[in-house]
């Protein structure tokens, strides 16, 4: 195995241009994994831990960006993120525990692509972009786009995540919801996870909702046919019920090894009700 | 490449990836810190990395070169035990003793920072180190017990 440690943004572009198969390591919470049980015997990884540049996260007029090797510790922290981000700060500290809160980082998160990330619900709900670098340019990719599979992204070889845009949710919705479920209240990954956001008009009908749900599909899903037919809708028994059924069809979960099909179903469908229904924060 | 361990600077010449699990126990034979699950699961391997807890089985040791890295070892001198190490003994939070000094610096982490002695608090911090001996109970009273003692200084003799 071959470690290459560039010292800058531009050394680590240019790292991965001359070897656009290898494996680059953030906080390393699964590549360690990877190598501990040997799959990485024979590749070149690229340790991305000195670049400076894609440290930190600044707050702007119209929201934040954050450095894809801002951990997950550190995003909980962040004041900026605390108050505009809550579901986001929330996910990072159900993320494993306080150990790998403190190395993961947010770049990696996205990288790994992984169906049951608990960050994933939040940045889908907040609208984030995600940019990424290669030695050839730049581009910037709408978060959702970003995925095309279980731990499979639209990534480019050679190309890196250099940041994240988060936009301020403006006006600030009615509701903000974020929920984990898993077999533990800690250090498990998520059977479900979900993330909302709520915004009312001023004659309570519905002016916009935005819901996500993570580990119930190959890839993070909002629920856009639900957030659709609520547009304009009071919520009501009928509405919510019509609109839990939406939810159901368009997530498509597996049996695995940590739930079912069916327990998945049920539950995204409750955890969107939940948000619907629960006494606003 | 140049580390800080317990606060004694350290070098180490062999493999980059090589994990700092392993450096401190077979390189710099610093024993206490042990293995359990070896992918970040279980915090047996906690050790401290610039202050904060962080699971060494899954830390390639380039990735500490100029970092300051305490172990279970930095906790006490060969004549006295530390606070937290006093407390596991006196509140049994100790049994078989493969997760002790991982929870002990994690719990150390949260005593230096000032964290919260609520049982709550407590058990949200040590979430990712587990235990199939204690049932935590006594784990959570050893550590509220030194966060308790936190004020009457760390020299204090336990009855």
């Known amino acids: 195995m071959t470690l290459l440690r560039p010292r800058s943004a531009p050394e680590a572009l240019e790292a991965f241009e001359k070897n656009p198969g290898a494996l680059p390591l953030a906080g390393g919470t699964d590549v360690m994994v990877l190598w501990n049980m040997g799959l990485l015997n024979g590749k070149s990884v690229v340790d991305l831990s000195r670049i400076g540049e894609w440290r930190g996260i600044k707050a702007g007029k119209d929201g934040v960006r954050v450095g894809s090797l801002v951990t997950h510790t550190e995003l909980q922290r962040h004041p900026v993120i605390r108050r505009e981000f809550p579901l986001l700060a929330q996910a990072c500290a159900l993320i494993g525990a306080i150990a790998i809160q403190n190395r993961g980082t947010i770049g990696g998160n996205i990288a790994n692509a992984s169906p049951a990330a608990d960050t994933f619900p939040p940045l889908a709900v907040y609208e984030a972009v995600v940019h990424a670098a290669s030695s050839r340019g730049r581009r910037a990719l709408p978060f959702l786009d970003v995925f095309a599979g279980p731990k499979k992204t639209h990534l480019r070889p050679g190309e890196l995540i250099e940041a994240v845009e988060i936009p301020y949710a403006r006006p600030r919705p009615a509701r903000a919801y974020f929920r984990k479920v898993g077999t533990r209240a800690a250090q498990a990954l998520s059977k479900t996870v979900a993330a909302g956001l709520l915004w009312l008009s001023r004659d309570k009908t519905v002016a916009e909702s935005r819901f996500a749900l993570g580990s119930v599909a190959p890839t993070i899903r909002r629920a856009r046919k639900a957030e659709d037919y609520l547009r304009g809708r009071k919520l009501t028994a009928e509405s919510v019920g019509r609109a839990m059924e939406l939810v159901g069809a368009e997530i498509a979960p597996i049996d695995d090894v940590r739930s079912t099909a069916a327990y998945r179903f049920a539950v995204s469908k409750n955890l969107f009700k939940e948000f619907l229904t629960c006494r606003p924060r | ?159």
């Open chain 2, 1 to 159: 490449m140049n580390l800080t361990v317990n606060g004694k600077k350290r070098s180490f010449g062999g493999a980059p990836f090589k994990r700092l699990i392993d450096v401190l126990r077979e390189d710099f034979r610093l024993t206490g810190t042990k293995e359990g699950c070896g992918e970040g699961e279980c915090g047996a391997c906690t050790v401290l990395l610039d202050g904060e807890p962080v699971n060494s089985c899954l830390i390639p040791v380039a990735q500490a070169e100029g970092r300051r890295v305490e172990t279970i070892e930095s906790l006490a001198s060969s004549q006295k035990l530390g606070v937290l190490q006093e407390a596991f003994l006196k509140r049994g939070g100790a049994q078989c003793g493969i997760c002790t000094p991982g929870m002990v610096m994690t719990a150390e982490y949260w005593r230096r920072t000032g964290g919260s002695s609520e049982p709550g608090a407590v058990r949200n911090v040590l979430a990712g180190n587990l235990c199939r001996c204690t049932g935590y109970q006594h784990i959570v009273d050893s550590v509220i017990e030194a966060l308790q003692r936190k004020g009457k200084g760390k020299r204090e003799k336990f009855e």
